[in-house]
C-alpha cells in the first residue's frame, strides 16, 4: 500500500522560506516522477515542480525561488521555497506520475497524499 505524507507547511510572512517535506512508503521515488501541486480556494490544482531521474520542471511563477530535490535514504522529496509571495498561499499536494502525460497535469499523478497548508501573509 503506497502512503504519501506531506509536511512543513506552515504561515510564514512575503519574503521568508519554508520547506515541504513528502515521505513515501510503498513506493520507490527514484523510480517515478514526483510532483508538487497547489490548489487555492476555488481554483484548479495547478503544477508547481516535478522532478525525474535527471530533469526538474518548474512553473513560472516559481521559477527562480523553489527548488525540488530528493533523498533517495529517506525515500521522501522536498520542495524548498524561497521569496515567498501571498499568491504562493494553497494546499499543497505531493504525487508520483503513473502514465505519460505532461509534468504539471494532476490527471497523469496519483497516489495523493494529504496536503499541507502553506499561508503567505503580505
Known amino acids: 500500500q503506497v502512503q504519501v505524507v506531506e509536511s512543513g507547511g506552515g504561515l510564514v510572512q512575503a519574503g521568508g522560506s519554508l520547506r515541504l517535506s513528502c515521505t513515501v512508503s510503498g513506493l520507490i521515488v527514484d523510480n517515478y516522477a514526483m510532483g508538487w501541486f497547489r490548489q487555492a480556494p476555488g481554483k484548479e490544482r495547478e503544477g508547481v515542480s516535478c522532478?525525474?531521474?535527471?530533469?526538474?520542471h518548474y512553473d513560472d511563477s516559481v521559477k527562480g525561488r523553489f527548488t525540488i530535490s530528493r533523498d533517495r535514504a529517506k525515500n521522501t522529496v522536498y520542495l524548498q521555497m524561497n521569496s515567498l509571495k501571498a499568491e504562493d498561499t494553497a494546499m499543497y499536494y505531493c504525487?508520483?506520475?503513473?502514465?505519460?502525460?505532461?509534468?504539471?497535469?494532476?490527471?497523469?499523478?496519483?497516489?495523493w497524499g494529504q496536503g499541507t497548508q502553506v499561508t503567505v501573509s503580505s
Open positions: 504525487a508520483a506520475q503513473l502514465r505519460s502525460g505532461r509534468w504539471y497535469d494532476p490527471n497523469v499523478f496519483g497516489y
Open positions: 522532478i525525474t531521474a535527471n530533469v526538474t
